[in-house]
């Protein structure tokens, strides 16, 4: 029963981590990108003020069942995922409900929470909405190829399915699998500048054209459980190629309090200097059409899989 | 504990804070007017860093920004984006044009006064106001927001008959619903 319960204070605690990062990454993006631009910017805790102003919206509008609960399901699918994501590697605290195979597991829930998004923008019936729509899933079928690829490629050389097993591995022979397969980690990168929809790739919300796409009938509490959702999976995100890519953070031989600081600041520094990636690219680029999105991401991107699918192999 | 005064004191200012320091505009681009809005926003002026961004769609919004004359066949446009947003909501009239005409005063097609319409929190005088009293007026409505004086959609709530009716003389071919927001 105790340990169930430690589980259970343990998942909670991801949950907060997790929703806390996300929003302040977000939160130092929009100051980052407002100093690029010569601007002064909001400060970092904006998007948490922007948070409970929208929570505490008086009136909300819906637009039947699924329209209501698309914001539950990215919700659902957020904290979903990250129930299935080392946090730390083998540290107590952040439990997980890891089990082998989980990493395909989580390629087909990754998509969950977008499909549930998709069904209540189109029952609210704004045109604006069911172009978004049709543009994110064109957009999706883009970069899940390169990604695809790339976690195959890591499967077949590694003959295993399961995150904690890579992570296991990576702490072991001590090398990272950036290093061990190059060609996947940047097809997986390339996958990931698809996946946090800044520019060039931010085709779906698109605020001049599409009038943020499928958010658009969206307010108040809506949009403000749909930004928390967001959050956590851009977190789920960062965290999963950390562990995948880059060693993961945290020591299993070493689970102490001190050592779990430790291993959240290794994770942070990690993750952010990911996230940074896909956020540079945007400041220096205007927006693709749909097409081309998807010509970029079936070219180099999934030449680069396809070659560190062979370099698996041999 | 819940249903405390004192708590309850707490929870709005809470609440007061964030909504003055998250304030998502839908500039309603009508007049000339629209051309000071990217200078308040750009980086110059930069109004993000008290919070102010811009909204895409109604729903989203919190603050209305008219932006310089309504044409009497605007008006409709503009009554359904104010419905269509959700309390607690927010206008601000921006140029001479919304407080007595300006200098369409006498103009066939547009209207006078945007009070007669739609209520008003904030009025930014000038012809037009630069960016540096567009921020002030914007300061204006967080100091209302703070003090809970802004309380727009009720007004609109509790006079909505006045309203109408003031609207439908405007308007002739009134074919919208009555209540849809």
Same mark, same amino acid.
């Given at each position: 029963?105790?340990?169930?319960?430690?589980?259970?204070?343990?998942?909670?605690?991801?949950?907060?981590?997790?929703?806390?990062?996300?929003?302040?990454?977000?939160?130092?993006?929009?100051?980052?990108?407002?100093?690029?631009?010569?601007?002064?910017?909001?400060?970092?805790?904006?998007?948490?003020?922007?948070?409970?102003?929208?929570?505490?919206?008086?009136?909300?509008?819906?637009?039947?069942?699924?329209?209501?609960?698309?914001?539950?399901?990215?919700?659902?699918?957020?904290?979903?995922?990250?129930?299935?994501?080392?946090?730390?590697?083998?540290? $107590?605290?952040?439990?997980?409900? /890891?089990?082998?195979?989980?990493?395909?597991?989580? $390629?087909?829930?990754?998509?969950?929470?977008?499909?549930?998004?998709?069904?209540?923008?189109?029952?609210?019936? /704004?045109?604006?909405?069911?172009?978004?729509?049709?543009?994110?899933?064109?957009?999706?079928?883009?970069?899940?190829?390169?990604?695809?690829?790339?976690?195959?490629?890591?499967?077949?050389?590694?003959?295993?399915?399961?995150?904690?097993?890579?992570?296991?591995?990576?702490?072991?022979?001590?090398?990272?699998?950036?290093?061990?397969?190059?060609?996947?980690?940047?097809?997986?990168?390339?996958?990931?500048?698809?996946?946090?929809?800044?520019?060039?790739?931010?085709?779906?919300?698109?605020?001049?054209?599409?009038?943020?796409?499928?958010?658009?009938?969206?307010?108040?509490?809506?949009?403000?459980?749909?930004?928390?959702?967001?959050?956590?999976?851009?977190?789920?995100?960062?965290?999963?190629?950390?562990?995948?890519?880059?060693?993961?953070?945290? /020591?299993?031989?070493?689970?102490?309090?001190?050592?779990?600081?430790?291993?959240?600041?290794?994770?942070?520094?990690?993750?952010?200097?990911?996230?940074?990636?896909?956020?540079?690219?945007?400041?220096?680029?205007?927006?693709?059409?749909?097409?081309?999105?998807?010509?970029?991401?079936?070219?180099?991107?999934?030449? $680069?899989?396809?070659?560190?699918?062979?370099?698996?192999?041999? | 504990?819940?249903?405390?005064?004192?708590?309850?004191?707490?929870?709005?200012?809470?609440?007061?804070?964030?909504?003055?320091?998250?304030?998502?505009?839908?500039?309603?681009?009508?007049?000339?007017?629209?051309?000071?809005?990217?200078?308040?926003?750009?980086?110059?002026?930069?109004?993000?860093?008290?919070?102010?961004?811009?909204?895409?769609?109604?729903?989203?919004?919190?603050?209305?920004?008219?932006?310089?004359?309504?044409?009497?066949?605007?008006?409709?446009?503009?009554?359904?984006?104010?419905?269509?947003?959700?309390?607690?909501?927010?206008?601000?009239?921006?140029?001479?044009?919304?407080?007595?005409?300006?200098?369409?005063?006498?103009?066939?097609?547009?209207?006078?006064?945007?009070?007669?319409?739609?209520?008003?929190?904030?009025?930014? &005088?000038?012809?037009?106001?630069?960016?540096?009293?567009?921020?002030?007026?914007?300061?204006?409505?967080?100091?209302?927001?703070?003090?809970?004086?802004?309380?727009?959609?009720?007004?609109?709530?509790?006079?909505?008959?006045?309203?109408?009716? &003031?609207?439908?003389?405007?308007?002739?071919?009134?074919?919208?619903?009555?209540? &849809?927001?």
């Amino acid at each position: 029963m105790e340990d169930l319960g430690l589980k259970i204070f343990g998942a909670i605690l991801t949950t907060i981590m997790a929703f806390a990062v996300g929003m302040t990454y977000g939160g130092i993006v929009r100051k980052l990108t407002a100093r690029v631009q010569n601007r002064f910017g909001p400060p970092f805790y904006q998007n948490f003020l922007d948070l409970v102003k929208l929570q505490s919206k008086k009136t909300n509008i819906a637009h039947g069942f699924m329209g209501h609960t698309a914001p539950v399901w990215i919700i659902i699918a957020s904290i979903t995922v990250l129930m299935f994501i080392p946090i730390l590697n083998g540290n $107590l605290w952040f439990p997980n409900l /890891n089990f082998h195979g989980d990493l395909i597991f989580i $390629l087909y829930m990754m998509v969950f929470g977008s499909l549930g998004m998709a069904l209540g923008a189109g029952q609210t019936g /704004n045109p604006n909405s069911a172009i978004g729509v049709t543009r994110g899933l064109s957009m999706m079928v883009g970069y899940e190829i390169p990604f695809v690829l790339a976690l195959v490629a890591l499967m077949v050389q590694y003959h295993t399915t399961s995150i904690q097993d890579l992570m296991q591995i990576q702490h072991e022979s001590g090398t990272w699998l950036i290093f061990s397969n190059p060609f996947a980690f940047l097809a997986a990168l390339f996958a990931s500048l698809g996946m946090f929809r800044y520019s060039p790739f931010d085709i779906v919300g698109a605020p001049a054209e599409l009038a943020s796409g499928p958010m658009s009938e969206f307010g108040g509490k809506y949009l403000g459980t749909m930004m928390t959702g967001g959050s956590i999976f851009s977190f789920i995100k960062l965290t999963l190629y950390v562990d995948l890519f880059l060693g993961g953070a945290g /020591n299993p031989d070493h689970i102490g309090i001190w050592a779990t600081l430790a291993g959240i600041g290794v994770l942070l520094i990690k993750t952010f200097t990911l996230y940074m990636v896909p956020v540079f690219y945007g400041w220096v680029s205007p927006r693709y059409r749909t097409e081309q999105a998807i010509r970029y991401f079936w070219g180099w991107p999934t030449a $680069l899989g396809i070659i560190g699918l062979i370099w698996a192999v041999y | 504990m819940i249903n405390d005064k004192d708590s309850q004191k707490i929870v709005d200012y809470i609440q007061n804070f964030s909504r003055k320091h998250s304030l998502f505009v839908m500039a309603y681009g009508t007049g000339c007017g629209a051309i000071e809005i990217p200078a308040t926003m750009t980086s110059r002026y930069d109004a993000e860093r008290f919070g102010i961004r811009g909204a895409a769609t109604p729903r989203q919004a919190d603050v209305l920004l008219i932006t310089g004359y309504l044409a009497t066949k605007t008006l409709k446009r503009v009554i359904r984006v104010y419905e269509q947003m959700q309390e607690p909501k927010y206008v601000i009239g921006f140029g001479s044009c919304t407080i007595n005409g300006g200098m369409y005063y006498d103009s066939y097609n547009t209207i006078n006064a945007l009070e007669q319409y739609i209520p008003v929190d904030v009025y930014i &005088n000038g012809c037009m106001p630069r960016p540096e009293s567009v921020i002030s007026g914007f300061i204006k409505l967080q100091e209302l927001i703070q003090q809970g004086k802004a309380d727009n959609g009720k007004r609109y709530r509790e006079n909505l008959e006045w309203y109408r009716t &003031n609207q439908k003389k405007i308007i002739k071919n009134w074919k919208m619903p009555d209540y &849809n927001w």
